[in-house]
């Protein structure tokens, strides 16, 4: 389990967790509500347009407990289609093993990847640790700990 340098609880589900001098943000999502979705939505497009210039994008999603909804996908591609078009870096999707993982995956990597910046790296695992090891490859070595 991932110790965090400080944890926000957004409301609605939705908590936002920062390591690494704030340089990675780890969104876990527990409910698909419109309020949470609506939630994890502006929190996402905040952090995006305010993302520390010259540092690379690094943002994890643990979607590990929530379901795929219509509205979700929506607000999902509003969010992909609002990123700058020169924002680089990486985005981690945290999923669960089965069914619903494997369709949100399949669902990223055949609709969303065209709508996010050409810089912006996905990757899927099933695990919080692995995506946040895999993010902190992009960081200045002395921040790796």
Not at 16 to 25: F, K
Not at 56 to 73: C, D, G, V
Not at 112 to 141: C, H, Q, S, T
Request: glycine residues 6%; contains cysteine; proline residues 4%.
């Amino acid at each position: 389990m991932y110790m965090f340098d400080v944890t926000e609880d957004l409301g609605h589900g939705i908590m936002r967790h920062r390591i690494a001098d704030n340089r990675i943000v780890i969104y876990s999502t527990h409910a698909t509500t419109r309020a949470s979705v609506d939630t994890w939505t502006r929190a996402v497009l905040d952090d995006a347009a305010n993302w520390q210039g010259g540092s690379p994008y690094l943002i994890a999603h643990n979607f590990q407990k929530i379901a795929i909804t219509p509205y979700s996908r929506q607000k999902a591609q509003e969010v992909c289609r609002s990123y700058d078009r020169n924002l680089t870096g990486r985005f981690a999707l945290v999923l669960n093993r089965g069914p619903v993982g494997f369709t949100f995956q399949i669902y990223t990597q055949r609709v969303l990847a065209g709508m996010v910046p050409r810089g912006l790296e996905p990757g899927f695992f099933y695990n919080l640790d692995a995506a946040i090891r895999w993010l902190k490859e992009r960081l200045p070595d002395e921040t790796h700990t």
